[in-house]
Every structure is written in C-alpha cells, then in structure tokens.
C-alpha cells in the first residue's frame, strides 16, 4: 500500500476543491466539457458575483480554462476543466468515496 | 433555482448526492433524443413512397436458375425491382449531419458543452457500409437463392441464414440502430438503450411480412417491412418529447 492510501482520506482532500460551490462547477465542468456562466449560475444557484469569486480562485490554482467571447452582441464566458482540474476532481471524488468506506466500516475519525 | 443544487456541506454521502443531481442536470440540458428519432422515421416512412415511385418490372433474360424451374426452361422471365439506393444513402447521411448541427446549436444556446462527436463518427462509418451494400444490390440485384454471391470478396450463399442476417445488418438495423446504440452511450440514457435494442431486434428478427396480404410483387410490397420500425421510431420521438421537454423547461 502506499503512503497515499494510508492516509486518512480527509488529509487527501484539497481546500480550493472541497469548497462546495467549487466542487459543483468542477461537476458541472466536467460532465458538460464546456459550460457557459450563465447555465452555471442558475444550475448552482448562485448570484453572478459569487459565482465569479470562485471561479477566479479555480482559475488562479489551474484547475479551469475561462474564454471569453461574444455571440453576436451578447458576451458569453465559457469555462472548461484543464487536465489538472479533471484529476483533481477525479482525486476529491475518490477520496469521498474513501471517507464513505471508512464511515461504512466505522473508522470516520483521523487519526493525528 | 434555490442554493439547494449547490452539493451539500454534510455527510460524504451527501455531497456525492448532490453532484449526482448535478450531473442529471447537465445531461438533460443536452439531451434531444427525439429529434433523430423522428428524422429517422420520416425516413423509413418515406422509404415507402420511393420504393412504391421507383417499382418497375423489367424483363430478365436468360432466367436465373432456381429450384421451382429445374425441370422448365424459361428464356425470358419478369423480375420486380424497386428502392434506391440514393435514397437510403443521402437521407442517412442528411440525418447524421442534421442530427450532430442540431445537438451542437441547441448545446450552445443552452450553455453546455454537446458530447455528439462520437455518434457523428459512428454514422460515417455506418454511412460508407450502408452505401457500400445499397450500390452493390443496386447493380447487381436482389440475389436469388442458389445463385452464387460474391460481395466484395466474400463468397456468400444468398439462401443462407447468415447472409440474410448480415443483409439485414447491413441495412437500416445498422445505419439507424447501431448510432442508437452509441448515442444511448453518449447521453448515458438507459431509456434510449431499451430502445434502441428494441428497435435492432424489431430489424434484425425476420418478423413475416406476409400481415399485410401485399405480396412480394406489389407496388407497395415495401410497406409492410417498413412501416414498423417507422412508426416505432416516431411513437419513440413522441414519447421521448413527452419526457424531455418538461425537463428543458425546469433547466431553462
């Protein structure tokens, strides 16, 4: 096994990740390849503000790919996941399901 | 819309939850099943008309052997021939590619990503084999039984099971089944993979034609294979609009 995976899975999850409006627009990202501020914003229901905070801070650490646009006369933000936003979301939802086994088994608490 | 579709602080088991709901939510913004599906029925249905418009009776001569004629010698026979082959191929081709603009446009105006490309890939291919098939028993006819059948290179006997098995494969069961299949992938829909496994058993099965009292030699002889799987496709249509549409109006 390796020092990875002794690790308690809370110690795995990553802060810019686990936030849970971040998590949902990297969900989001990830399952629709490229989605639009706007279909974010109602899909989240989030204010337009807040939804631009997060995705600054996902843009700052890498993890999404923001283009900006017009179609017509109308600006469009379009956002996708880089591939090290793809791992990290594939990481957060492996270490969750990690969490669940051991919440399963009874050992939620970490040690240290 | 409330904060509730943001995934939930709680539990693991909460949390995943709601990136599930989530998921849901994209998918159905960039679902549009019914939209091929009733493209591809007006396109069975119409394969009617054509095969009824091009019907002819053209004189054979000599006659083909067959068992019935081992002891008769025919120097001239009729032969009935309909269907085109042109018809079948553009209008497959015009679907798939009316198909994949209509997933991306609509995707786009909805502020989703369209996950069409695979399907897109899969109806070329099935183009070039449907067309392939389509030209060759254009040119050289319907094969009869005992005659011997050379398809590209593969010897094949025309009153053999497998061959009228892979006749049929190679036909609208393909074209139209197969990128079901793929498409029922694509948008990870298990109410379209039903479907689409219907619809392949309803081609691929030899269901008697003979329901409809119209035989081999009638204008209309293609009616009874075709208007099936036709109406299966646009009661498909209709069904999956039933469902979807609802669903488009509570993500928009």
């Known amino acids: 096994m390796t020092e990875e995976h002794d690790q308690h899975p809370v110690n795995g999850l990553d802060d810019v990740v686990h936030q849970r409006v971040r998590l949902g627009i990297l969900t989001v990202a990830h399952e629709a390849r490229r989605v639009e501020f706007g279909f974010l914003r109602t899909a989240l229901g989030l204010t337009a503000g807040n939804l631009s905070q997060h995705l600054a801070v996902l843009e700052k650490a890498g993890l999404v790919a923001v283009e900006k646009g017009y179609e017509g006369r109308r600006a469009r933000t379009w956002l996708s996941l880089t591939p090290a936003g793809d791992r990290a979301l594939r990481d957060e939802v492996t270490q969750l399901k990690r969490l669940i086994h051991l919440i399963e088994q009874g050992g939620a608490a970490p040690e240290g | ?252």
């Open chain 2, 1 to 252: 819309m409330t904060d509730a579709s943001v995934p939930s602080s709680g539990a693991p088991q909460e949390v995943l939850a709601s990136l599930g709901d989530l998921t849901r939510r994209v998918r159905a913004a960039q679902r549009a099943t019914w939209f091929p599906l009733l493209l591809f029925g007006v396109l069975t249905l119409g394969g009617i008309l054509v095969d009824r418009l091009t019907f002819r009776v053209e004189e054979v001569t000599p006659c083909p052997p067959g068992p019935s004629r081992a002891d008769v010698v025919l120097t001239v026979c009729t032969a009935a021939k309909q269907g085109s082959p042109l018809y079948w191929t553009a209008g497959i081709a015009l679907v798939y590619a009316a198909t994949a603009v209509f997933y991306v446009r609509r995707a786009r105006a909805r502020g989703v990503g369209s996950p069409i490309r695979p399907y897109v890939l899969t109806g070329v291919a099935l183009v070039v084999v449907v067309a392939a098939t389509m030209f060759w028993v254009g040119r050289n006819g319907i094969p009869q039984p005992g005659e011997p059948l050379d398809f590209w290179g593969l010897q094949l006997d025309p009153g053999a099971g497998t061959t009228q098995f892979l006749e049929r494969l190679t036909g609208e069961a393909a074209a139209v089944g197969l990128p079901l299949l793929v498409l029922s992938w694509v948008e990870r829909s298990r109410a379209l993979l039903l479907f689409a496994l219907a619809y392949l058993l309803l081609e691929l099965v030899p269901i008697s034609t003979g329901w409809a009292g119209i035989g081999a030699a009638s204008p209309w002889s293609g009616l009874p294979r075709l208007i099936v799987p036709g109406v299966f496709l646009l009661l498909g249509a209709l069904g999956f609009a039933l469902v979807q549409l609802p669903r488009r109006r509570d993500a928009s």
